[in-house]
């Protein structure tokens, strides 16, 4: 399931790789529905059973069992995607799979990644199953970062520069619609999307514009397990925080 970093989110995007010129992507499926495609509570049931809510494609360490999408059982209408659809770096024991490389830091890491986990039958049959909904969480970029502010925290220009490299790759190789192009570092992609008269999504993103962390660890970006006992700056609290 290779193209040219495709841009029809009618049809899907699928992975970009070295023979992408020779290749074809497999015919996928989408679906609309007016208003009044679900009038009664019963049919408002049976789209709800066919919605998938999907977070974490992560390659290494998920089994094969855990990717399978059963198209053929219930026929799904609709996939949420929750974010971390890759993962850029490898940690953690007796991985399922390997990426086979580095953290993915350029524009041609993120490619090289997205074109992997593309790789999986299971993952090409979703895409080719329904029309997605995305969003992004912070493995698209880096573990654990919050706006201009990496994990490690690294120069502003340098991280930003990483960050212009995933969101292009992300927007490259996600269904996601044109607007939502990324210009340098920035990409808006949050927004709402009606489903018929079934539901109303809000797609948020939770990264681009986060507060940082209230209380991190020494020489770290992310949380600390003992933020109960560290001193919190008044401006670190309060309802204006991301």
Same mark, same amino acid.
């Given at each position: 399931?290779?193209?040219? +970093?495709?841009?029809?989110?009618?049809?899907?995007?699928?992975?970009?790789?070295?023979?992408?010129?020779?290749?074809?992507?497999?015919?996928?499926?989408?679906?609309?529905?007016?208003?009044?495609?679900?009038?009664?509570?019963?049919?408002?049931?049976?789209?709800?059973?066919?919605?998938?809510?999907?977070?974490?494609?992560?390659?290494?360490? !998920?089994?094969?069992?855990?990717?399978?999408?059963?198209?053929?059982?219930?026929?799904?209408?609709?996939?949420?995607?929750?974010?971390?659809?890759?993962?850029?770096?490898?940690?953690?024991?007796?991985?399922?799979?390997? +990426?086979?490389?580095?953290?993915?830091?350029?524009?041609?890491?993120?490619? !090289?990644?997205?074109?992997? @986990?593309?790789?999986?039958?299971?993952?090409?049959?979703?895409?080719?199953?329904?029309?997605?909904?995305?969003?992004?969480?912070? +493995?698209?970029?880096?573990?654990? @970062?919050?706006?201009? !502010?990496?994990?490690?925290?690294?120069?502003?220009?340098?991280?930003?520069?990483?960050?212009?490299?995933?969101?292009?790759?992300?927007?490259?190789?996600?269904?996601?619609?044109?607007?939502?192009?990324?210009?340098?570092?920035?990409?808006?992609?949050?927004?709402?999307?009606? @489903?018929?008269?079934?539901?109303?999504?809000?797609?948020?993103?939770?990264?681009?514009?986060?507060?940082?962390?209230?209380?991190?660890?020494?020489?770290?970006?992310? @949380?600390?397990?003992?933020?109960?006992?560290?001193?919190?700056?008044?401006?670190?609290?309060?309802?204006?925080?991301?």
């Amino acid at each position: 399931m290779l193209s040219r +970093h495709c841009r029809s989110q009618a049809e899907g995007c699928a992975a970009a790789g070295a023979a992408a010129d020779a290749s074809i992507s497999a015919l996928a499926r989408t679906r609309s529905h007016d208003a009044d495609h679900y009038p009664d509570a019963q049919q408002h049931d049976r789209c709800r059973e066919r919605a998938r809510l999907r977070t974490r494609a992560r390659l290494r360490r !998920r089994a094969r069992e855990q990717f399978l999408f059963e198209q053929n059982v219930d026929e799904p209408e609709l996939v949420v995607h929750l974010g971390d659809y890759i993962y850029e770096g490898s940690w953690g024991r007796d991985p399922v799979r390997s +990426h086979g490389s580095g953290q993915a830091i350029t524009l041609d890491d993120y490619r !090289r990644r997205y074109a992997l @986990y593309k790789t999986d039958a299971d993952l090409q049959a979703a895409h080719i199953a329904c029309p997605w909904l995305a969003t992004w969480d912070d +493995h698209e970029v880096e573990n654990d @970062y919050a706006n201009d !502010r990496s994990q490690y925290l690294d120069a502003p220009d340098w991280f930003l520069a990483r960050r212009a490299a995933a969101y292009k790759a992300w927007y490259e190789h996600m269904p996601v619609p044109r607007h939502m192009l990324p210009v340098g570092p920035n990409a808006r992609i949050y927004t709402r999307s009606g @489903y018929g008269s079934l539901a109303n999504f809000f797609v948020l993103d939770d990264r681009q514009y986060r507060s940082y962390e209230a209380c991190p660890r020494p020489g770290r970006s992310e @949380y600390s397990r003992t933020s109960s006992r560290c001193e919190v700056p008044p401006m670190s609290t309060g309802p204006f925080r991301t």
